[in-house]
């Protein structure tokens, strides 16, 4: 399985981006999949989840009500809207794949996948 993120960029306060992760190697809707980020000299954490079957989604306080994350079968690609950027929202995104829910956070399981990442910064 291979993860390709793109879509990053550099946007002002209150703009919008969207990212893309395509996937080849399974379908988007095999695993768990969801988009972390990582800033500087801070530890990468968790933003957005789709689940495999249904297609539920969970978010992260942080971005609840500006982020929305979804997928595409026919293209077989993850997506991220990011909307009412802030600074605070800079760092490397990444996309991973089979993703598990142990309490009280989402994490990539060993067997998983990376996408490699993908820059935005927002400025103020």
């Known amino acids: 399985v291979q993860l390709q993120a793109s879509g990053g960029g550099l946007v002002q306060a209150g703009g919008s981006l969207r990212l893309s992760c395509a996937v080849s190697?399974?379908?988007?809707?095999?695993?768990?999949m969801g988009w972390f980020r990582q800033a500087p000299e801070k530890e990468r954490e968790i933003v957005a989840v789709i689940i495999s079957s249904g297609g539920s989604t969970w978010y992260g306080d942080s971005v609840k009500g500006r982020f929305t994350i979804s997928r595409d079968v026919a293209s077989n690609t993850l997506y991220l809207q990011m909307n009412s950027l802030k600074p605070e929202d800079t760092a490397v995104y990444y996309c991973?794949?089979?993703?598990?829910?142990?309490?009280?956070?989402?994490?990539?399981?060993?067997?998983?996948?990376w996408g490699q990442g993908t820059q935005v910064t927002v400025s103020s």
């Open positions: 190697g399974r379908t988007v809707g095999s695993y768990h």
């Open positions: 991973a794949a089979d993703l598990r829910w142990r309490n009280p956070n989402w994490y990539i399981r060993p067997e998983g996948y």
